[in-house]
T-cell receptor
Framework: NAGVTQTPKFQVLKTGQSMTLQCAQD?????MSWYRQDPGMGLRLIHY???????DQGEVPNGYNVSRSTTEDFPLRLLSAAPSQTSVYFC????????????FGSGTRLTVV | AQSVAQPEDQVNVAEGNPLTVKCTYS??????LFWYVQYPNRGLQFLLK??????LVKGSYGFEAEFNKSQTSFHLKKPSALVSDSALYFC???????????????FGTGTRLLVSP
């Protein structure tokens, strides 16, 4: 039972480059989210999805795109990387809209230079 | 707006002593509260949640949390700390419904727990 799998674990980008962070879950969860974790700020929601084909913005969506073509996959795209996007990114999935907890991936540590 | 506060950046405790990690919340309506733990270079792991019912919630790894409505608190506790409990702990509350009905988790800033041998 793999849970939520994120790749890559580490990435260094130059300013202006683009890349895609991958997230896959094998639990058949409808709800998936992307958060970023910054020191002293907890986790902040970037984008989320309530099912295949349905995505919406979270608190800090600027500079990021998402799509959800299948239940399993929820990639996060950085369009033109900026140093402010240096962070640790977590993908999470959940089975219950409100009451359930999330299952998190192990994270991607991104540095933009 | 729903929010949680973790007033301590770090908590230090000796192994074998009881530990408490504090969390207070602000919500409209009934709170759904969670605790997560993050070990170094790992994702967050679910510890426990309070939805309704008994004010003392038991979770993983011997942790428990006490819901106190009058003090709007949800402190994490363990009777006897282990060195392996050293990690970053996050309190979270279910946020309001968004356009799609999705309800995100709103996280605190985290408390680092250091358990010394």
């Amino acid at each position: 039972n793999a849970g939520v799998t994120q790749t890559p674990k580490f990435q260094v980008l130059k300013t202006g480059q683009s890349m895609t962070l991958q997230c896959a879950q094998d639990m058949n969860h409808e709800y998936m989210s992307w958060y970023r974790q910054d020191p002293g700020m907890g986790l902040r929601l970037i984008h989320y999805s309530v099912g295949a084909g349905i995505t919406d913005q979270g608190e800090v969506p600027n500079g990021y795109n998402v799509s959800r073509s299948t239940t399993e996959d929820f990639p996060l795209r950085l369009l033109s990387a900026a140093p402010s996007q240096t962070s640790v990114y977590f993908c999470a999935s959940s089975y219950d809209l409100g009451a359930g907890g999330y299952t998190f991936g192990s994270g991607t540590r991104l540095t933009v230079v | 707006a729903q929010s949680v506060a973790q007033p301590e950046d770090q908590v230090n405790v000796a192994e074998g002593n009881p530990l408490t990690v504090k969390c207070t919340y602000s919500v409209s309506g009934n709170p759904y509260l969670f605790w997560y733990v993050q070990y170094p270079n790992r994702g967050l792991q679910f510890l426990l949640k309070y939805i309704t019912g008994d004010n003392l919630v038991k979770g993983s790894y011997g942790f428990e949390a006490e819901f106190n409505k009058s003090q709007t608190s949800f402190h994490l506790k363990k009777p006897s700390a282990l060195v392996s409990d050293s990690a970053l702990y996050f309190c979270a509350v279910r946020g309001p419904a968004m356009n799609t009905g999705f309800q995100k988790l709103v996280f605190g800033t985290g408390t680092r727990l250091l358990v010394s041998p």
